[in-house]
Structures are given as C-alpha cells and as structure tokens.
C-alpha cells in the first residue's frame, strides 16, 4: 500500500495537479480582493479555498505516510508544513489580518516547481557571500552620508539635514532613483558636488551591487554543477583523452622479462 502512494505522489501527473491546484488557490485569493467578485461569488471562493487546502493537508498526511521520518528531514516538506499550517490560524477578531496570509499557500509553488526549488537553494548557498557584500555596502553608505551631512547639510537640508535622512537620500541615488535631480538642486550651492555623487554612483551601483549578481551566479551554476554533474562538453573532453592514453599504451612496446635478456 505504502509503495503504490509512493508512486502517486512522484508520478508526474500528481506533480501537475499540485501545481494547477496552486495556481488556481492564488488566482481565487486574489479575486477576493475585488468587493463585487466578494459580493456575487463569495460562497464559490469560499469553497474552492477549502477544497484547496483540504487538497494539500491530504497531500501532506500521504507524504508522512510514505516517508515518516524522511519527511521532517526535507526542508521542503517542513516549509509546505508550515505554509499550510499558516491557513489554519484563527481569522476572528484581532486576528484578523491573518486572513491575508492565506496567499503564502502560493509560496507552496516553489516546492512544487523544481526550477524554483533550485533558484532558492542556490540564493541560499549565497547569503553568505551576500552577507559579506551587504556588510561592504552598508559601511559605504555610512561613512558617504557622514560626509554628506557635513558637507551638504546646512544648504540641503530637506537631502542632508541629518545622518538619518543622508542615509536615506543615498541609499535612494544607489537605486538610481531621481539622483540627477538631486544633484542638480546640490549644486546649486555646491558646484563640484557632481564629484562627489558620480563616485558614489559609481562605486555603489556599478561595483558593489553587481558584485550581488556576481555572487548569485556563480552559487546558481555550482548548484547547476551538483545537481547535473560536469558539463556534456568536459565529459567528452574526459572520454577522448581517456581513449588517447589508452591508444598511446596500446603503440608502445612491452616491457622485456628481466630474465630474457640474460
């Protein structure tokens, strides 16, 4: 019995109803947000919403089933545990804001998707090396808007009145957003100040935050590598020099019998 559940939960169709499944919850909870669709078909979506759940609670009961102890030791079956549990908390009263949790069911789909489960693994393979670059640019941000506010902030209060508002004001030119502008309005006070914003600029958003893209990547292709092993191409690399050593022993001469040559 526990065989033949096996084989319905990895089977391929059982994956797609899953996932249909979840697409479908996240499309009728986001139809909830619309009053008159509330209005007209609220016991519709009521419905759908449960079924759905009750679809994933019996999928959670048979992979305990099938796995027992290997079930808790998958951290993908603990998050689907947990994102499931979320939609069991109470919606009544000062409660109700959970009400709006219910839409993490669609997280589920990164279980699912095994795509997605590879992405999310290799991000968090990188939180490391992330961590080391976000401690880079938060100790840039820090000493630029020192300098800001001694420097800007008695003309340019509304930018640089303070540390907290220079954080902000640079922390908003690092995404690029309406930067020129104030630098123009900086300027007008401080002609040379354009200096000092095209470096942080450029330190900032063409260096350290593409060292972030950096890190993903290279964490998405040694997942890739784990998952896949070696490329197709450094595989028949390997086939061909194997076979060329194996050639070159088969052209040279044996070994003569130390005692035949006395």
């Known amino acids: 019995m526990r065989d033949r559940v096996r084989q319905i939960l990895e089977s391929t169709w059982f994956q ?11 499309a009728t909870l986001g139809v909830e947000t619309s009053p008159s669709a509330v209005a007209s078909y609220g016991v519709v979506l009521h419905v759908v919403d449960h079924a759905a759940l009750y679809v994933f609670v019996a999928e959670l009961l048979a992979k305990m089933y099938v796995y027992r102890a290997r079930f808790v030791r998958d951290p993908w079956n603990v998050f689907d545990t947990v994102i499931v549990a979320v939609s069991f908390m109470p919606t009544a009263g000062g409660l109700s804001v959970l009400r709006a949790l219910r839409i993490l069911r ?32 938060g ?90 092993g070696p490329d197709d191409h450094v595989a028949l690399e390997l086939a061909a020099l194997r076979a060329e050593i194996a050639a070159l022993r088969e052209a040279l001469p044996a070994p003569q019998d130390a005692s035949s040559l006395r």
């Open 16 to 26: 797609r109803t899953i996932i249909g499944i979840i697409l479908f919850n996240a």
């Open 106 to 137: 669609a997280l589920r789909l990164i279980s699912a998707v095994p795509s997605l489960r590879r992405v999310v693994a290799a991000l968090l393979t990188a939180v490391p090396g992330m961590t080391s670059i976000a401690m880079l640019l």
């Open 139 to 228: 100790l840039v941000l820090y000493v630029a808007s020192v300098m800001a506010t001694k420097l800007y902030g008695g003309t340019s209060p509304e930018y640089f009145g303070d540390l907290p508002t220079s954080l902000f004001t640079l922390f908003q030119t690092m995404t690029g957003d309406g930067w020129s502008e104030i630098n123009r309005d900086v300027m007008e006070q401080h002609p040379s100040s354009w200096v000092f914003f095209v470096i942080f600029v450029l330190i900032c958003t063409f260096v350290v935050l593409n060292l972030f893209i950096a890190v993903v990547v290279s964490a998405m292709e040694e997942e890739h590598q784990r998952e896949h």
